[in-house]
């Protein structure tokens, strides 16, 4: 199967900011891991990263004509506040999976709600690196 990763607004930083939330690898380290995952399972994946929330839409609408049989989207803080992001997941009939590397309901207030959520096929928190591979499994099923 073939997925797309997509990784928003300062995800790029992943690796050197806030390490005790995040990690210390870098979002290249992580994709190379999942891309490895991926291959042994017979399965590819793409990614793509934006800090600018009408480029993450611009993919998105773009997956209305690609063979994806699934995409894995971490908007960061987008999640919170995109309305644009939740209309572009509308937009296409390919399954999207809300992904967080960290707990966002065990941080601060403003992180427990999502306005894409409603748009996507399912969730995953609170993992990690792990997220992305847990919503790539989830996809498959
Ligand atoms: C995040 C959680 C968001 O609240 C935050 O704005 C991020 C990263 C995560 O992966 O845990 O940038 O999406």
């Given at each position: 199967m073939k997925f797309l990763i997509i990784n928003g607004v300062n995800l790029n930083m992943t690796g050197m900011r806030e390490k005790g939330v995040y990690?210390?690898?870098t979002l290249e380290q992580i994709n190379a891991e999942i891309s490895a995952y991926a291959q042994a399972n017979g399965d590819s994946v793409d990614f793509y990263q934006s800090n600018i929330e009408g480029e993450i839409c611009g993919k998105i609408q773009s997956?209305?004509?690609?063979?994806?049989d699934g995409i894995v989207l971490n908007a960061g803080a987008y999640t919170h506040y995109s309305y644009a992001i939740h209309d572009a997941i509308r937009c296409i009939t390919t399954p999207v999976v809300e992904v967080h590397m960290s707990n966002v309901h065990a941080r601060?207030?403003?992180?427990?709600?999502?306005?894409?959520a409603p748009a996507c096929k399912g969730v995953v928190a609170?993992?990690?690196?792990?997220s992305y591979v847990l919503a790539i499994e989830g996809l498959k099923r």
């Amino acid at each position: 199967m073939k997925f797309l990763i997509i990784n928003g607004v300062n995800l790029n930083m992943t690796g050197m900011r806030e390490k005790g939330v995040y990690g210390s690898q870098t979002l290249e380290q992580i994709n190379a891991e999942i891309s490895a995952y991926a291959q042994a399972n017979g399965d590819s994946v793409d990614f793509y990263q934006s800090n600018i929330e009408g480029e993450i839409c611009g993919k998105i609408q773009s997956c209305f004509n690609a063979n994806y049989d699934g995409i894995v989207l971490n908007a960061g803080a987008y999640t919170h506040y995109s309305y644009a992001i939740h209309d572009a997941i509308r937009c296409i009939t390919t399954p999207v999976v809300e992904v967080h590397m960290s707990n966002v309901h065990a941080r601060e207030e403003f992180r427990h709600t999502s306005v894409i959520a409603p748009a996507c096929k399912g969730v995953v928190a609170g993992f990690g690196k792990n997220s992305y591979v847990l919503a790539i499994e989830g996809l498959k099923r």
